[in-house]
């Protein structure tokens, strides 16, 4: 079974930058596109951006334009490159497949939007 393992996140204030990893034990990128999701307090967990194994990527409408998804298939790590950041964007970013039954979810990692 695959693990995936998150970091990157931490507090920042609006307007600022982060860049997320996410390290997967096996090379999975090359058999499945990979998504980024998050889940806020007291909601569902939702999927915010896709790259698929041809890597065209996808974004939700609440992101376009400010996030951007990457991978490396050498260190077998996905990318979630988030400029402009607002208080919204606030939550638990997790990677996993996309459009696919999910691996095992890692821990995650927090990002806090604040000033």
């Known amino acids: 079974q695959v693990q995936l393992v998150e970091s990157g996140g931490g507090l920042v204030q609006p307007g600022g930058s982060l860049r997320l990893s996410c390290a997967a034990s096996?090379?999975?990128?090359?058999?499945?596109?990979m998504g980024w999701y998050r889940q806020a307090p007291g909601k569902q967990r939702e999927l915010v951006a896709v790259?698929?194994?041809?890597?065209?990527?996808n974004y939700a409408d609440s992101v376009k334009g400010r996030f951007t998804i990457s991978r490396d298939h050498a260190k077998n790590t996905v990318y979630l490159q988030m400029n402009n950041l607002k208080p919204e964007d606030t939550a638990v970013y997790y990677c996993?497949?996309?459009?696919?039954?999910?691996?095992?979810w890692g821990q995650g990692t927090q990002v806090t939007v604040s000033s």
């Open positions: 790259i698929t194994i041809t890597g065209n990527t």
């Open positions: 996993n497949k996309a459009w696919a039954a999910p691996a095992n």
């Open positions: 096996g090379s999975i990128f090359s058999i499945t596109a």
